[in-house]
């Protein structure tokens, strides 16, 4: 048995067999092979294989958004016959390499050749390639297309995981994350917990434990592979008194969220994803606080049009009929990266073109996803809401667009609600401007992980100042106590989205200070509701 120790970012015990994820080890290892005709025959096969995949792809994405085909014709074409796929042939031939160390290479090649090539044409096939050289390489090393293997779910091994790759992910499969790189409240971290399961960072991470037997304890930290069975009895017994633990939380599902002195709040969740609203439903939540909606722009090669965001939008409303959801607008950039968004790389992510910033920029996909939100909103009780606002005149522009869309609504007879647009307060540049931004605003909402990074003035994903960041820092919390306070004296709501609102010492904190809602992971919220209900402001 051998144990590693990490940072456990989300709690919980997860015991299964390790899978190890390649996608973002740069360096495909090379090695010599004497029988290329075999090499070539497996080249063959993950090629018919990656169509086959394909086919099934767009059948399913058919069926269940209505989504016309995917480049389908181009990626066939490409994996049939095409000078990328000869190439490699030769490459293998002549070179006698491995084929992934062909595919790899050719695709760094073509993408060094022709990447100063302004050509949309180019780009959408040098984009392609990439996207297949990453599918074959997956199949070659036996990684499905989920990217996990088998039927059994998995501790899901990986250097470094982008939210990108979570998102695409059958997630029913995943029962624990462990990383090397990443940060407690890094995107990828966020939707592990949003779905529940346990998460290690900073994990020495070996491909050799692939196919291993692994546990993973969020709670310490800790990753045990090939566990001895002392070990394993001891951990099946930790799973065990979880569950019950759990079992006895359900009892809270239909109560109140008050204290004993009779304060009340709303605790709603956080979501990233629909198959999350199983789970918004199971723990009870009175609403969702945070629909981040990244997961529809991420993991795929395009733009998702407007109809297809409004049928998921319709969804999400109908579901939850009249429970409150707050959709936030979509916040790309940073550790969210589309690739068909072709954002220039920058030195700086963490302060560079997020949130509104890009959909100001790109106010085509903005109105769509705008557009979107209204016509779903009259199948519920939905709210919008702004990320990463920094002036008032970004609120002015956005209030411009969003009186525009209903206008063209309303000329085109589409129907739609009037509904609470809310800005998220995010950054010091926005705390400070409170009393404007909550007289403009329906609602406040507090982003504490970003209110965080940038109050300290400290990247939440490095990992070399992960002791330095100070979460519970005095001037994070005056400047919280300073946009609650303004935007109640204009008489407007504060929820808090971030990932504070579910620590178990800050909810007193944020209950005495009023604040209206905290949204949260779903997991989260039956053991908020418990420390809600257990609460008496009186005494404290
Ligand atoms: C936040 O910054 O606190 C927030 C809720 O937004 P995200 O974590 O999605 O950046
Ligand atoms: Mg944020």
């Not at 939380?249 to 709603?268: C, F, I, N, Q, S």
């Not at 820092?473 to 989205?497: D, W, Y």
């Amino acid at each position: 048995m051998d144990v590693y120790h990490g940072m456990g970012t989300f709690p919980g015990i997860a015991i299964g067999k390790i899978q190890y994820y390649r996608g973002y080890d740069q360096n495909i290892r090379k090695y010599t092979i004497t029988d290329t005709e075999k090499e070539l025959v497996r080249f063959q096969k993950a090629r018919k294989k990656a169509i086959e995949e394909l086919q099934e792809w767009n059948r399913k994405e058919q069926a269940e958004l209505g989504r016309g085909p995917r480049q389908m014709e181009t990626y066939i074409q490409l994996l049939e016959n095409s000078s990328f796929i000869r190439a490699i042939e030769s490459m293998v031939v002549s070179e006698k390499v491995n084929v992934s160390y062909a595919i790899a290479t050719t695709k760094d090649e073509l993408s060094t050749t022709f990447a100063k090539l302004d050509d949309a044409y180019v780009k959408s096939r040098v984009e392609s390639i990439r996207y297949l050289s990453e599918r074959l390489i997956g199949i070659l090393d036996s990684i499905s297309k989920d990217r996990i293997q088998g039927e059994d779910p998995v501790i899901l091994v990986s250097r470094e995981l982008s939210p990108a790759h979570v998102v695409e992910m059958d997630q029913k499969k995943l029962l624990a994350i462990v990383t090397k790189q990443g940060s407690p409240i890094s995107h990828t971290s966020i939707l592990a917990k949003t779905i529940n399961i346990p998460v290690l960072i900073g994990v020495s991470v070996d491909a050799e434990w692939d196919g291993c037997t692994g546990i993973v304890d969020g709670y310490n930290g800790t990753l045990y592979v090939e566990p001895d069975e002392d070990t394993l009895r001891v951990y099946r017994d930790k799973q065990q008194r979880d569950q019950k633990k759990q079992a006895e939380l359900l009892k809270l599902r239909d109560a109140k969220d008050v204290t004993k002195d009779g304060t009340k709040v709303e605790l709603l969740a956080n979501i990233a994803n629909l198959e999350d609203l199983d789970s918004v439903l199971s723990n009870g939540a009175s609403g969702i606080g945070l629909l981040r909606s990244e997961f529809q722009y991420l993991g795929r090669e395009n733009y998702p049009r407007e109809g297809e965001l409004y049928r998921v939008y319709r969804q999400v409303a109908q579901t939850m009929g009249d429970r409150k959801v707050v959709i936030r607008t979509v916040d790309l950039g940073a550790d969210k990266q589309a690739s068909y968004m072709d954002l220039p790389q920058e030195l700086n992510p963490a302060m560079g073109n997020r949130g509104i910033r890009v959909c100001l920029d790109r106010k085509k996909m903005f109105r769509a996803q705008i557009r979107a939100i209204y016509r779903a909103s009259i199948y519920g009780n939905l709210s919008i809401m702004y990320p990463m606002i920094t002036s008032m005149r970004e609120v002015e522009e956005i209030w411009k667009i969003v009186s525009e869309v209903k206008e063209s609504l309303s000329q085109r007879e589409i129907p739609y609600k009037d509904i609470p647009n809310g800005i998220m307060v995010e950054t010091p540049a926005a705390a400070m401007i409170i009393p404007e931004l909550a007289q403009k605003a329906d609602f406040i909402s507090l982003g504490t992980n970003d209110l965080t990074q940038y109050v300290l003035a400290m990247d939440a994903q490095n990992p070399q100042l992960e002791k330095k960041f100070d979460r519970h820092h005095p001037a994070v919390l005056r400047m919280m106590e300073m946009v609650i306070k303004a935007t109640h004296e204009a008489g407007k709501k504060v929820l808090v989205c971030g990932e504070l609102a579910a620590e178990k010492a800050m909810i007193p904190y944020f209950l005495k200070l009023n604040v209206d809602a905290l949204s949260m992971a779903p997991a989260c919220i039956l053991p908020a509701r418990k420390a809600v209900r257990n609460l008496d402001l009186t005494k404290m």
